[in-house]
């Protein structure tokens, strides 16, 4: 095999797609320490770089040493030729010794090796506990159905000389021996699927089945499995040599969907328009919209996303869920859309980059129902030590109301409550109650609407935000706080609450799953996984926390096994990583859980670490 590898080398460092930065930051979430890491078979060195931004060294070996000779070099990545020969005594002192190593990595290669060797290497290598090894591999690209068919067409063609144990890949290591005990990401048997886009030319593209071994050792038996006619069928179904397009997306002749109209800009300078024959803009913003680029093919539309394709008979029942009636940004993963989901995670990506804060707005409207039902009760005892920090109780502002859940309580102890949300959705879920007027307060409403709306300057006595003030902008935010606040004697409250306590059998899996999820929380979720500890919070302590050392109250919770699964499953991080593939809740996980919990019907106390800081505008 180091001879094949040998012959690969160049187009392997041109054809290789890169793996995503996300992958080794969840990798290092499941490792203890970060100290030595393993890349085996890192040919180039591709995924040896990217452990290094985390791990303190790596290790990066290979049989190939014209492989070797092409690595990318890494101030903390050292290469070296492991030769066939070499003993398993000389790998093991090479590498670090016996119990060293935090994570083990081989990217599509582990079904090359010797695996009984291998993997007892593996386990006489990895640090205990605490080490971890993982594997992955990728097979044929997904670009559009008119190209997928040529590419299946060419790939049967090179069936005859792929070594056996690339069948591995083909079934995308479901039937890879894999004898280690799964941290969440997947298991022998049931590998983790992901999704990897690469933006490619036609001439990248060739360059990547080139590098194929099953297309190198056909062409040493005399057999040009890429003759010009070939080559000539793939470009056709491509659209043409010049032509990006990206692999892993079908959506060749689909029209780009953009959210978030800063980004219009960037279709002009891109061209994006010139080759599809229509792009939908959308954004909250009617403002922003009204200062759109303007292009011939670009539409810019609000609350409005959808698409149109070349073949319309093909996105009619693909694409129905992207309609105007429900306006979300997170269809579900249907066997319709299965085709198309690469370009759903794009779509949410990039309107995550360019606009966070409407993002989490379409995300709680999807969420509503189930944040009603799955939310903790808060305590009335902290509204009524937030009244006793008071002067007066005549007006108080819930932010981020969401159902009211906090607002209703704060009406017990104030006159009256103003209650507002981004969120249509989450308001019509709001609890009434008589001294409550619930708001919708939609991001394009000017900061004197809201102040006015509010009821001016220097006219609310406590405002409360209840496991929200992370997603807002703090810098519109607290200049309004305030403007409106009483002085003296007006009060600002806000609290997240982070981890839930059960029992130490169901706890450890709790982390497991957290763990699971920090590779998809956003900036916003992690201020309130660090506990509020790094908010900015600007204000005069009243005696509840202060900036940096917030309060940390207790907060109980009567829970069955299904409302456990409810408030999991309305996290937002969990709707975020299920649309780029991952699902924070696969079935193992879940029967880990209920074998935790006992009795599905049975109700157990939860107990959420809360954490809150209030203060008064420093005079």
């Known amino acids: 095999m180091a001879g094949l590898f040998d012959k690969q080398a160049d187009l392997y460092l041109d054809g290789r797609p890169t793996y995503p930065a996300r992958w080794y930051s969840m990798l290092a979430d499941h490792t203890l320490h970060h100290s030595l890491a393993w890349d085996v078979g890192t040919g180039n060195g591709q995924a040896a770089l990217g452990v290094a931004e985390h791990y303190e060294q790596v290790i990066g070996t290979d049989v190939s040493e014209a492989q070797l000779k092409l690595s990318l070099t890494h101030p903390r990545v050292r290469y070296f030729h492991t030769p066939l020969s070499m003993s398993d005594d000389e790998i093991i002192s090479l590498i670090g010794g016996e119990n060293s190593v935090d994570l083990v990595t081989v990217a599509q290669a582990v079904h090359w090796f010797d695996l009984p060797k291998f993997y007892s290497l593996v386990s006489r290598l990895l640090r205990k506990p605490g080490g971890v090894l993982a594997v ?69 593209f060739l360059k990547m089945i080139s590098s194929w071994s099953a297309v190198v050792t056909a062409k040493d038996r005399g057999v040009d499995l890429l003759s010009q006619s070939v080559v000539k069928e793939l470009e056709t179904a491509w659209g043409g040599s010049k032509l990006a397009l990206e692999a892993n997306d079908p959506e060749t002749a689909l029209a780009t969907v953009w959210l978030g109209t800063s980004a219009l800009e960037l279709f002009k300078l891109l061209s994006v328009a010139e080759h599809h024959k229509q792009v939908n803009a959308g954004d909250v913003s009617e403002e922003q919209l009204k200062h759109a680029v303007p292009h011939a093919q670009v539409q810019a539309t609000k609350h409005y996303f959808t698409v149109n394709i070349i073949d319309y008979d093909l996105a009619a029942a693909s694409l129905s869920c992207l309609s105007e009636e429900n306006f979300t940004l997170y269809p579900s993963r249907s066997k319709t859309l299965t085709v198309y989901k690469h370009s759903v995670s794009d779509i949410l990506s990039e309107f995550i980059r360019f606009n966070m804060a409407n993002n989490d707005n379409y995300l709680f409207n999807k969420q509503a129902v189930v944040y009603s039902e799955a939310r903790p009760r808060y305590p009335s005892e902290w509204f009524s030590m937030l009244a006793a920090l008071t002067p007066q109780h005549s007006v108080a502002w819930d932010v981020g109301t969401g159902n009211g859940q906090a607002a209703i309580s704060v009406a017990e102890v104030y006159e009256k409550v103003i209650a507002t949300d981004i969120s249509d959705e989450q308001l019509k879920q709001a609890i009434p109650h008589p001294q409550v007027q619930y708001v919708h307060t939609p991001l394009e409403m000017s900061d004197d609407e809201l102040v006015s709306l509010i009821g001016g300057e220097n006219s609310v006595d406590l405002i409360t935000a209840a496991t929200a003030v992370q997603w807002f902008d703090l810098d519109r935010f607290y200049p309004i706080v305030k403007r409106v606040l009483r002085k003296p004697g007006g009060i600002i409250a806000v609290w997240c609450y982070g981890s839930m306590e059960f029992s130490p059998e169901i706890d450890v899996i709790l982390r497991r799953f957290f763990d699971l999820g920090k590779p998809f929380q956003s900036q916003s979720f992690k201020i309130a996984s660090q506990c509020y500890k790094t908010l900015p919070f600007p204000f005069e302590s009243v005696g509840v926390g202060c900036e940096g050392k917030p309060m940390e109250l207790d907060m109980h919770k009567e829970m069955s096994f299904q409302g456990l699964l409810k408030f999991l499953s309305s996290l937002p991080v969990v709707h975020i990583a299920k649309e780029q593939g991952v699902d924070l809740l696969p079935e193992e996980l879940l029967k880990d859980f209920e074998r935790a919990w006992g009795e599905p019907e049975s109700v157990r106390t939860a107990t959420y670490k809360t954490y809150m800081l209030a203060g008064k505008v420093k005079l």
């Open 136 to 204: 992955w591999c990728y097979n044929d690209a997904v670009v559009s159905p008119s190209f997928d068919s040529a590419l299946k067409r060419f790939h049967d063609s090179t069936l005859p000389f792929w070594h056996p144990n690339a069948q591995l890949i083909f079934e995308g290591y479901k039937r890879l021996p894999f004898p280690f005990e799964s941290v969440g990401l997947g298991s022998e048997g049931k590998p983790l699927e992901l999704d990897m886009p690469m933006e490619l030319s036609f001439d990248g």
